[in-house]
């Protein structure tokens, strides 16, 4: 039995991550940390009785759960996007360090890792492509880690239309051009369930990699 310490587990992925572990057989919940609950990571890591951590929060919450983590030498899966990946890397390099996996993913929905493979091949044929991200208005970063994710495997110098507005959850288009032709690929999610199977994956299979900074869902499919 792995048990999860879940930071962020009163937020809108959190409930949905909170029902997936618990009809897990594999996984339970060790500690809920949220401000809202009464609880914070500090207070879980410190009880002692996890396993390894997801962090679900808000942007300005992604270095000190890092931190956190490396100093209880405890892994943790990263879904929370907001750090620059130059920070990201100095943080991977503290954990390797201090002998402690750090798995980090731009977004754990399956169709999404297949939305930038598509996007960064169709990019080797087509010259031209923007993306446009949409998303709930209560997302707080832009753009999004999906969209620069995908922005960096097709090349790095992809334009990015960031929209927020209520009532959506997270859809991605990549939009390619060429001679006479567009093509669109698209990625919608339209309940934060389908972020459950990839966050899981990587809660079993955390303590196999090797210490310091894994990124992306597909280092582990």
Do not use: W, Y
């Amino acid at each position: 039995m792995i048990r999860v310490i879940l930071s962020g587990a009163s937020g809108q992925v959190g409930r949905a991550l909170v029902s997936a572990i618990e009809a897990d057989a594999d996984l339970t919940v060790a500690a809920a940390a949220a401000p809202s609950l009464g609880i914070g990571l500090a207070d879980a890591l410190s009880a002692g009785q996890g396993d390894v951590v997801v962090d679900f929060t808000a942007p300005e919450f992604a270095e000190p759960a890092c931190r956190l983590c490396i100093e209880a030498r405890m892994p943790l899966v990263l879904g929370t996007s907001g750090l620059a990946p130059e920070r990201l890397e100095e943080l991977g390099a503290q954990a390797a360090a201090a002998g402690v996996q750090l798995f980090h993913a731009a977004n754990f929905a399956i169709g999404a890792v297949l939305m930038m493979q598509f996007a960064e091949q169709a990019r080797r044929h087509l010259p031209a492509a923007e993306i446009v991200e949409l998303h709930a208005d209560t997302k707080k970063d832009a753009p999004s880690g999906t969209s620069l994710a995908t922005a960096a495997r097709m090349g790095g110098d992809v334009p990015i239309h960031s929209v927020r507005l209520p009532g959506m959850v997270a859809h991605q288009e990549v939009i390619l051009g060429g001679a006479g032709e567009t093509l669109t690929i698209r990625h919608d999610t339209s309940s934060r369930a389908a972020f459950a199977p990839g966050v899981l994956l990587a809660v079993k299979r955390i303590r196999e990699l090797p210490p310091g900074l894994t990124s992306g869902l597909e280092a582990l499919l």
